[in-house]
């Protein structure tokens, strides 16, 4: 089994900053493959950003190109995604996740492909 437990979550006005972070523990073997959804409600859970564990092919929705960046510190089993230049749309609750993938595919896969979900967090950017 793999815990991952998410934080940093809040409420900023538009143009600010937020940085996430997802802690993962127990099988962290299991996966090789990390990312950040969100859900807004009424609208289904979207692949927002993700990479390999070696910290290759990272892929963007294309919303969040250009003001979001996803890193990782294998050392402490984090995944971090750094949010600038929030906007009102950006309004979700966010979730880090995990998978197997097998070869190197440069995209987020489907909410449907994930192993493992934190319980999310909840990112609030009003206008």
């Known amino acids: 089994q793999v815990q991952l437990v998410e934080s940093g979550g809040g409420s900023v006005e538009a143009g600010g900053s937020l940085r996430l972070s997802c802690a993962a523990s127990?099988?962290?073997?299991?996966?090789?493959?990390m990312a950040w959804f969100r859900q807004a409600p009424g609208k289904e859970r979207e692949g927002v950003a993700g990479?390999?564990?070696?910290?290759?092919?990272?892929s963007y929705a294309d919303s969040v190109k250009g003001r979001f960046t996803v890193s990782l510190d294998n050392a402490k089993n984090t995944v971090y995604l750094q949010m600038n230049s929030l906007k009102p749309e950006d309004t979700a609750r966010y979730y880090c996740?995990?998978?197997?993938?097998?070869?190197?595919?440069?995209?987020?896969?489907?909410?449907?492909?994930?192993?493992?979900w934190g319980q999310g967090t909840q990112v609030t950017v009003s206008s």
């Open positions: 996740a995990a998978a197997r993938r097998y070869g190197r595919i440069p995209n987020i896969p489907p909410p449907g492909s994930i192993g493992y």
């Open positions: 127990g099988h962290t073997y299991s996966y090789n493959y």
């Open positions: 990479l390999y564990h070696d910290g290759s092919s990272i």
